[in-house]
């Protein structure tokens, strides 16, 4: 099963700009559809952006919907959020997520079995 490792959370003023990236290791990469999620405090779990294994596919949350963009890197193992015009709205931890699937792409948490530590995003006024 696939090893995920997050970075680039932080703390950033509203308006900023973030690039969250997701390490992979311990399996083929590319056979993986890969998924972003966050988790305020007092709040579940909730879907952010989720990419199939080519990244022909693409889902994102109304939230975020012109304000962040998901990609892959496959050749080298990585998973990308680009957090662009944050608001305060967007704080939580942040997590990647991942299914080894080239058949579907989820947007629940159900849908992904392998998961991060997370990585802290703060955005302050």
């Known amino acids: 099963q696939v090893q995920l490792v997050e970075s680039g959370g932080g703390l950033v003023q509203a308006g900023g700009s973030l690039r969250l990236s997701c390490a992979a290791s311990g399996d083929i990469f590319n056979a993986y559809a890969m998924g972003w999620f966050r988790q305020a405090p007092g709040k579940e779990r909730e879907f952010v952006a989720a990419i199939s294994w080519g990244g022909g596919t693409i889902y994102y949350a109304d939230s975020v919907k012109g304000r962040f963009t998901v990609s892959r890197d496959n050749a080298n193992n990585t998973v990308y959020l680009q957090m662009n015009n944050l608001e305060p709205e967007d704080t939580a931890v942040y997590y990647c997520?991942?299914?080894?699937?080239?058949?579907?792409?989820?947007?629940?948490?159900?849908?992904?079995?392998?998961w991060g530590q997370g990585t802290q995003v703060t955005v302050s006024w």
């Open positions: 997520a991942a299914e080894k699937t080239r058949q579907r792409l989820g947007r629940n948490a159900a849908d992904f079995a392998s």
